[in-house]
C-alpha cells in the first residue's frame, strides 16, 4: 500500500481524564491490531506545535480524531492545522451506547475500559474502510 | 462560593503517541500524579492549551511547571513556555535514559519491561523536582519518602486543572464552548452525594447551583441545562467505581 492510501488517527490522550485513555487505547488497537497495513498515528502536541511534517501528514491524508471530553482537543487541533478530519469519534458516544462499561481510572482502564477501547476501534476501523473504499 | 486552589507543581507530558518515549512520559506522570506527589501535583492536557481558552493557557502563570518530553523536539516544554510560561524544569525522556544508561522501550501501546524501568526512573526525578520546587511547604511523611517501587502505596487519581485546581470548567453548547465557574465543585459535591445523571431532577439541580456561580441568559438555559447533564453523566461515568470492586 502506499503512503499516499493511509488513514491518521489522533487521539486526544487526555492525561486527565480515563475516557482519554480509552482514545489512545482505541488508536492503537486500530493501527496496530485492526489495520495495521493502512493505518498510523501522529503525535498531537508535534500538531499543537505547528511541525510541519505533521501538518503535511494531516493536510494529504484522511484523518480521524478521538476524543475523550467536550473540549475535543484532538479534533480542534487538527482543524487548526488546516485539516479537515474526515470523521471525528467521541469517546462518550461509546459509553452512552454501552453504560454497563465502567473505565476504571486514567493510568489503568480496566476490562471494561478495555472493551469500550475496542468497540470504539471497530467502528474507527469501519470508518477506515469507507474512506479507503471512497479513495479507490 | 468554590475554594481557591491550593500552590502545587503542574505536570505538563507531550503523551507523544508515534514515540515510545511518549508513551512512557504519559506513565511517568501518572505515577507522579497518582503515586509519588498525588496531593502536590496536578496536570493539564498539553492539546488543551490550543483548544482550550485563557485559564488553560494561565496554567503555567499559575503553577510552577515541569515539562516532561519524550524526545529532543520537546513539544511539551516548548507549548507551555509557548502559551502559557517558561517551565520551572524540563525533562526529556530519551536523554535521561541515555545519561542513566537505561534500555529504550519500544512499544507505543503501554508499557514493555524497559519501558517500565524508565517510566519509574523518569518519575523518581520528577518527584525530586517536585520537591525542590516546594521546597518549604510541608508534605506528609509517606509523600517524602522514597518508595523503590513507586507502586506499593494507594493510588490517588491523577488531577487534572480542568476537572480541579482552578475552580472553573467548559461545557460545548451547540458551537460554543462555555465557561462555568464552580462547575468542577458542583460535580463533585454531586457525585459524593450520589446525584445520578439518570435521575430527570439532577439536571434542574444542577442548573440550580451553576447559577449560583454564573450568569446565564433565559434563552440559554435549556441548551445549557443539556450540555451540563450530558457533561456530568461523562464525569460520573469516570468517576463512579468499575463493577466488581
Aim: net charge negative; charged share 30%.
Amino acid at each position: 500500500m502506499s503512503g499516499e492510501e493511509r488513514v491518521i488517527i489522533i487521539p486526544c490522550s487526555g492525561i486527565g481524564k480515563a475516557f482519554g485513555s480509552v482514545g489512545r487505547e482505541a488508536t492503537y488497537v486500530v493501527t496496530e491490531e485492526l489495520r495495521p497495513d493502512c493505518t498510523e498515528t501522529v503525535c498531537l502536541s508535534l500538531l499543537t506545535l505547528g511541525d510541519e511534517d505533521a501538518r503535511r501528514r494531516v493536510q494529504k491524508h484522511p484523518t480521524i480524531t478521538i476524543d475523550g471530553c467536550p473540549t475535543a482537543c484532538a479534533r480542534v487541533n487538527v482543524e487548526q492545522a488546516g485539516a479537515v478530519p474526515a470523521a471525528a469519534f467521541r469517546v462518550f458516544d461509546v459509553f452512552r451506547r454501552h453504560k454497563e462499561l465502567r473505565v476504571r481510572s486514567v493510568s489503568d482502564i480496566g476490562e471494561a475500559g478495555e472493551e469500550m477501547a475496542r468497540i470504539l476501534a471497530r467502528d474507527i476501523a469501519a470508518k477506515v474502510d469507507e474512506l479507503r473504499k471512497g479513495r479507490r | 462560593m468554590p475554594r481557591l486552589p491550593e500552590r502545587k507543581v503542574g505536570l505538563i507530558a507531550c503523551s507523544g503517541e508515534d514515540l515510545p518515549e511518549g508513551t512512557v512520559s504519559r506513565r511517568a506522570a501518572l505515577l507522579v500524579l497518582e503515586r509519588l506527589r498525588p496531593s502536590a501535583t496536578v496536570t493539564l492536557c498539553l492539546p488543551l492549551f490550543l483548544a482550550g481558552e485563557e485559564r488553560e493557557r494561565a496554567f503555567a502563570r499559575f503553577y510552577p511547571t515541569i515539562a516532561i518530553d519524550g524526545c529532543e523536539k520537546r513539544c511539551a516544554a516548548r507549548a507551555t513556555e509557548m502559551y502559557s510560561a517558561r517551565p520551572a524544569a524540563s525533562l526529556v525522556v530519551s536523554d535521561l535514559a541515555d545519561s542513566l544508561g537505561l534500555a529504550r522501550p519500544q512499544r507505543l501501546r503501554g508499557s514493555d519491561a524497559a519501558g517500565e524501568v524508565l517510566a519509574r526512573a523518569v518519575a523518581d526525578e520528577v518527584a525530586r523536582q517536585v520537591d525542590r520546587l516546594l521546597a518549604g511547604r510541608r508534605e506528609t511523611a509517606a509523600a517524602r519518602q522514597p518508595n523503590p517501587t513507586g507502586l506499593e502505596t494507594e493510588a490517588a487519581d491523577a488531577v487534572c486543572t480542568c476537572v480541579s485546581g482552578i475552580p472553573a470548567a467548559s461545557v460545548v453548547v451547540g458551537d460554543q464552548t462555555v465557561e462555568l465557574i464552580a462547575l468542577p465543585a458542583v460535580f463533585a459535591l454531586f457525585r459524593e452525594e450520589g446525584k445520578s445523571p439518570d435521575d430527570a431532577a439532577t439536571a434542574n439541580e444542577l442548573m440550580q447551583q451553576i447559577k449560583l456561580y454564573n450568569a446565564v441568559a433565559a434563552e440559554d438555559e435549556n441548551a445549557l441545562r443539556e450540555a451540563v447533564a450530558d457533561e456530568y453523566a461523562c464525569f460520573w461515568a469516570q468517576t463512579a467505581p468499575a463493577i466488581g470492586q
